[in-house]
């Protein structure tokens, strides 16, 4: 079946540091791949995305690359920022399945 | 203008009564979902409409009933509320279905008393 699976939060990190998210999936097909971030009393916003294997998503600062033979979608950025503080979800899609799959989110706290 | 709208914002209630939240988006997208998020962010599908006929209907109570007036609004009608429906509900649209980017409302908060 489809499925994302996510690192569990929380994720606490000082202000300036490096993050990571992992995210992995297993899917059927050839599926396009998303984050999406969700800022505190507000709905998800696409942060990137990825239609193919080696695609590159960016914005913001944030980086994660589809990765077909480890089935990854990793979320990355080099230096975070307080106002990074959200939650993080990982998501499948594509046009055989009809929908979007997400993960079950990570929560980050930067400090400053 | 906001893109995809959800009312009411809040919504406090008792264990037994009927509740609807409505949601319109104004992006001229064909396809409309309804999310349940608890109190972990885990998101949940309910339900996708795809120009008003239902797509997705997982498995949802039967207490939860969508309505598609016409491809810019989809309501969602609750029966009998229960403290299990306590969460976040977000309305969401795409262009269509499958690996579209979907835009999110900013969500219901319904709380059961």
């Known amino acids: 079946g489809n499925s994302v699976t996510q690192m569990e939060g929380p994720v606490t990190l000082s202000e300036e540091a490096f993050l990571t998210i992992n995210c992995t999936y297993t899917?059927?097909?050839?599926?396009?791949l998303f984050w999406y971030v969700q800022y505190p009393g507000e709905g998800l916003q696409l942060l990137l995305k990825?239609?193919?294997?080696?695609d590159k998503g960016s914005n913001k600062g944030f980086e994660a690359t589809y990765r077909k033979e480890t089935t990854s979608f990793h979320l990355e950025k080099g230096s975070v920022q307080v106002s990074d503080s959200a939650v993080y979800f990982c998501?499948?899609?594509?046009?055989?399945?009809?929908?979007?799959?997400f993960g079950r989110g990570t929560q980050l706290t930067v400090w400053p | 203008d906001t893109a995809v709208s959800q009312t009411p914002k809040y919504l406090v209630t008792q264990m037994g009564n009927d509740k609807s939240i409505k949601c319109e988006q104004n992006?001229?997208?064909?396809?409309m979902y309804w999310y349940k998020q608890d109190s972990k962010k885990f998101l949940k599908i309910m339900f996708s409409?795809?120009?008003?006929?239902?797509?997705i209907n997982e498995t949802v109570p039967n207490r939860f009933s969508p309505k598609s007036p016409d491809k810019a609004h989809l309501n969602l009608h609750i029966n009998s509320l229960e403290l299990g429906d306590s969460a976040v509900y977000f309305c969401?649209?795409?262009?269509?279905?499958?690996?579209?980017?979907?835009?999110f409302g900013d969500g219901t908060r319904l709380s059961i008393l």
């Open positions: 969401a649209s795409s262009p269509r279905t499958g690996d579209q980017p979907q835009h």
């Open positions: 899917a059927t097909g050839y599926p396009s």
């Open positions: 990825a239609t193919k294997a080696d």
């Open positions: 998501a499948l899609g594509g046009s055989t399945l009809g929908r979007l799959y």
């Open positions: 992006l001229g997208h064909d396809t």
């Open positions: 409409y795809n120009n008003k006929e239902l797509i």
